[in-house]
């Protein structure tokens, strides 16, 4: 069976990767493992090559580079994104498989930070928060709408003078319908013990 978008583009790597190329930027491989220095150079060529066939990136230039050549890569229109067919064709087995890779992935950000040397959870700004708001359909949409726009603003910084990486994620939940299955073990189709 042929990989999903959404299961190529959770991979932890390709997570970097895209988010290295957000905001219409444009990187070397050169450039993209000097940004994300903790990933190997062979690494970064097998991951670039998935994401350029998979088209989630694209080739903007080829320059010509003491004898070789060199490729500036870009996202593609939408690259980022999940199909409609990764939300709506696949198996609530599927869809939770892809929800624990985004989670693994937040693990393994996490675990980075706290294995440097030093660290200070509350002047680092680490935060951990849970909210729950009941909303309209129109509502919920606004209130994308507006974190979208205040992240935009400042998603195109370039990394230095003084800057440090944050990574912010989001995971929105809505809670199960009145009368829905929820609690039901999909294998067995009873409610779970």
Excluded: W
């Excluded at 869809?95 to 680092?124: P, R, W």
């Amino acid at each position: 069976m042929a990989q999903s978008k959404a299961d190529l583009i959770l991979h932890p790597i390709r997570m970097r990767i895209i988010q290295a190329l957000l905001n219409e930027r444009r990187r070397t491989t050169q450039q993209l493992v000097k940004e994300l220095e903790d990933i190997p150079q062979a690494t970064m060529y097998r991951h670039l090559s998935k994401l350029l066939k998979a088209g989630v990136l694209e080739v903007a230039e080829e320059n010509k580079v003491r004898g070789a050549v060199e490729k500036v890569y870009y996202l593609s229109q939408g690259g980022e994104d999940a199909t409609p067919s990764d939300t709506t064709e696949q198996s609530a087995g599927e869809h939770m498989a892809l929800f624990q890779k985004f989670i693994s992935s937040l693990i393994g950000d996490f675990s980075a930070y706290v294995q440097q040397e030093k660290y200070d959870l509350q002047q680092d700004g680490v935060s951990m928060r849970q909210v729950q708001l009941h909303l309209t359909d129109d509502e919920y949409a606004q209130l994308l709408t507006e974190m979208r726009k205040s992240m935009q603003k400042y998603a195109g910084n370039e990394a230095g003078s003084g800057r440090r990486r944050r990574i912010i994620s989001t995971i929105v939940i809505p809670g199960a319908l009145p009368g829905s299955s929820e609690g039901v073990n999909e294998e067995e189709g009873q409610k779970g013990q």
